[in-house]
């Protein structure tokens, strides 16, 4: 458990991208959906890793296409966005083309939260946007 500066750091970082992701009071999830912005949550690097992880905690083999995205799939589903037409981004998490916003499908609007979070992939894990980069420079708590 982290405590101290590091407790203080996952607090803001938890906040923020909870309560005013970024940087918009009352929303959530921004990272998580592609709206009309250019972004491509991709590439899963650990995607074998995430399967396996996925399956385990739904007891049940969970196939590739189910979870991700290749290149064919993705530069057709979203030719005007150069993002999804760089085959170095792939594979991608699966997105909702169908949905408004295009969240993840591993996004729950209701809940405001990743439904896979605790095993969610390296990207996920690791990604800042500006906003809250900025936040986390304000206060001075960047990482060690």
């Given at each position: ?60 083999d969970v196939s590739h ?80």
């Amino acid at each position: 458990m982290a405590t101290g500066r590091e407790a203080l750091r996952l607090h803001v970082i938890s906040y923020t991208c909870s309560q005013n992701c970024m940087g918009y009071r009352g929303n959530a999830g921004g990272c998580c959906t592609l709206d009309d912005r250019d972004y491509i949550p991709g590439p899963v690097r650990d995607a074998d890793t995430f399967l396996a992880d996925l399956g385990r905690e739904l007891g049940r083999d969970v196939s590739h296409a189910e979870v991700f995205i290749d290149f064919e799939e993705g530069h057709a589903l979203f030719p005007d966005r150069p993002s999804w037409q760089e085959p170095a981004n792939y594979p991608a998490l699966r997105v909702l083309p169908e949905v408004d916003w295009i969240p993840c499908r591993f996004y729950d609007k209701a809940t405001g939260a990743c439904t896979v979070y605790d095993i969610r992939p390296a990207i996920c894990r690791n990604f800042v946007c500006a906003h809250l980069r900025d936040v986390i420079s304000l206060l001075n708590l960047e990482g060690e």
